[in-house]
């Protein structure tokens, strides 16, 4: 039997959990929507029926310990929760003592992003390089920073917030509460919004047609792009454009070996990579240019996958 780890990937919507063996092999997976909305007792008692659940589908197995990659802010090395905006009541909650009296094993905390970022830097695409930037676009847009084989955490493990670089002065407010950050600007909820305010339910579009005359979203604009519809593509185009500007600002900050490219927006990588390194080729002083954007390989067990590597990497 391998060294197994028992590793969640806690977030607003969706808590997953995931048996995962050396070589970030996964071995069992169960997952429950997050009651986010009841506090902090709800979901540790939501992680511990988990665990129990996750660890009866492979009755052999002996974890090591749990790793678990929560939303930000928190503090890895105390293992608190400082205050996540998407789990109300969260506020200085020390989420790795708890479950480790709860469930009597040594429990490692770590920020979501770079807990996909440890993921794919040890098991995925990163694998083999000193320094990598793994930035997700999604919802959002996050990231974690490995700079000469280690993670980047600064002041109470609030580095890496690479979402909230201010890359324009223009554009629509940020969640954060500012104008021209990265996020606001090139994720896939904006790619959505600009769709959405470019069509109109009943136009026979095929953005509106993929999205049911609905609200139309980054996922619909890469579908369309992918059956070649014009005004999907140069959405995909002023897309590739702002990750390109984003992008360039990440590799004069980190000089990475690698930018890993993931989250739901990565799946049109395809389509996005060419104006991405036309972009960077641009705007990156000449010794940055020939850094590769290379997307994600682990997908959506990234978290999990980096979570496990927690207790699994020495």
Request: with cysteine; hydrophobic share 45%; charged share 20%.
């Amino acid at each position: 039997m391998s060294r197994i780890a028992l590793a969640f990937d806690l977030g607003g919507t969706e808590l997953r959990a995931a048996l995962v063996g050396d070589g970030g092999k996964l071995l069992a997976f169960t997952a429950v929507p997050t009651r986010a909305r009841d506090g902090p007792d709800a979901v540790i008692e939501q992680i511990a029926m988990l665990a129990e659940k996750t660890c009866s589908e492979r009755p052999d197995a002996r974890p090591l310990g749990i790793g678990i990659g929560a939303p930000g802010p928190l503090d890895p090395v105390a293992g608190i929760l400082t205050a996540p905006p998407t789990l109300s009541g969260w506020r200085e909650v020390p989420l790795a003592r708890l479950l480790q009296d709860r469930l009597k094993l040594p429990v490692r905390l770590e920020n979501d992003a770079n807990a996909a970022a440890l993921g794919e830097w040890r098991f995925g695409a990163g694998r083999g390089a000193a320094s990598l930037v793994f930035v997700t676009v999604s919802t959002g847009i996050g990231g974690g920073v490995i700079s000469d084989g280690r993670i980047v955490h600064g002041r109470r493990g609030l580095a890496g917030e690479i979402g909230h670089m201010t890359i324009t002065s223009e554009g629509e407010r940020c969640l954060c509460g500012a104008v021209g950050c990265f996020e606001a600007v090139a994720s896939g909820t904006a790619l959505g919004r600009r769709a959405t305010a470019l069509t109109k339910p009943g136009d026979g579009s095929a953005l509106r047609m993929l999205s049911h005359d609905g609200e139309v979203t980054g996922r619909h604009v890469v579908e369309a792009a992918r059956g070649g519809d014009e005004a999907a593509l140069a959405l995909i185009d002023r897309e590739a454009r702002w990750l390109g500007i984003g992008l360039t600002n990440l590799l004069h900050l980190y000089s990475p070996d690698m930018i890993v490219m993931g989250g739901g927006i990565s799946h049109g990588y395809d389509l996005l990579r060419q104006p991405i390194e036309a972009t960077i080729k641009e705007r990156a002083m000449p010794a940055y240019r020939d850094v590769p954007v290379v997307p994600a390989q682990l997908g959506k067990h990234a978290g999990l996958i980096g979570a496990a590597s927690l207790i699994l990497v020495d």
